[in-house]
């Protein structure tokens, strides 16, 4: 048995569709919204670390150092690749960084001003390919990267995937005939 000294970081996760990779942050403010609703009334706050275990020799990477004013949101796993998204509160970015297969380089791949989303409510990266959302609690969900798409959501839906130009909603409740046929699409798909 190896003992992988992760500094505190007490929870891995395994990614998705990828079975040597796992990562874990911790969470010393929260996610990544309450670190901005802390880091905008003033309160201070820690930023957190994100690191990355391979599987299975429990190599540990931490490709990017936090630093005073930023946050890690979650990462994610997409056409082979890592990528990370890292919020400055300070400069008022949004950055989304590509992983080496190594782990010896990161690539800046995304620059956005944070003005570009109301919050940093649920915003993360999804998708095949790479996206980066937003799903607040004004039941509107998002696209803001690498093109602007917005539309209402109804209670209980979430985002699924994206396949071509068509966005594929779970829920328990259907608002309209267009999310109602995409859903009996991807019922059937996956049947």
């Known amino acids: 048995m190896k003992i992988i000294e992760t500094n505190g970081i007490t929870y891995l996760e395994k990614f998705d569709l990828c079975s040597e990779w796992y990562w874990g942050t911790n969470y010393t403010s929260g996610d990544l919204y309450e670190a901005e609703e802390m880091f905008l009334?003033?309160?201070?706050?820690?930023?957190?670390?994100?690191i990355f275990v391979h599987y299975p020799d429990g190599n540990i990477f931490e490709p990017i150092k936090?630093?005073?004013?930023?946050?890690?949101?979650m990462p994610a796993y997409i056409e082979g690749s890592i990528y990370i998204l890292r919020v400055s509160f300070v400069e008022k970015a949004i950055r989304i960084y590509k992983c080496s297969d190594d782990m010896c380089e990161?690539?800046?791949t995304?620059?956005?001003?944070?003005?570009?989303?109301?919050?940093?409510?649920?915003?993360k990266l999804d998708g095949n390919p790479l996206m980066l959302t937003r799903q607040g609690g004004d039941y509107l969900f998002q696209v803001i990267w690498p093109e602007k798409v917005e539309f209402?959501?109804?209670?209980?839906?979430?985002?699924?995937?994206?396949?071509?130009?068509?966005?594929?909603l779970n829920g328990m409740k259907i608002q309209n005939t267009e999310k109602k046929l995409m859903l009996e699409n991807i019922q059937l798909e996956k049947s």
């Open 41 to 50: 009334s003033g309160k201070e706050f820690s930023p957190n670390r994100l």
């Open 152 to 168: 209402a959501i109804g209670t209980g839906e979430s985002f699924l995937e994206k396949k071509i130009n068509c966005f594929f």
């Open 110 to 123: 995304v620059e956005l001003l944070l003005d570009a989303v109301k919050d940093c409510y649920n915003l």
């Open 106 to 108: 990161t690539v800046l």
């Open 66 to 73: 936090s630093e005073e004013g930023q946050y890690f949101g």
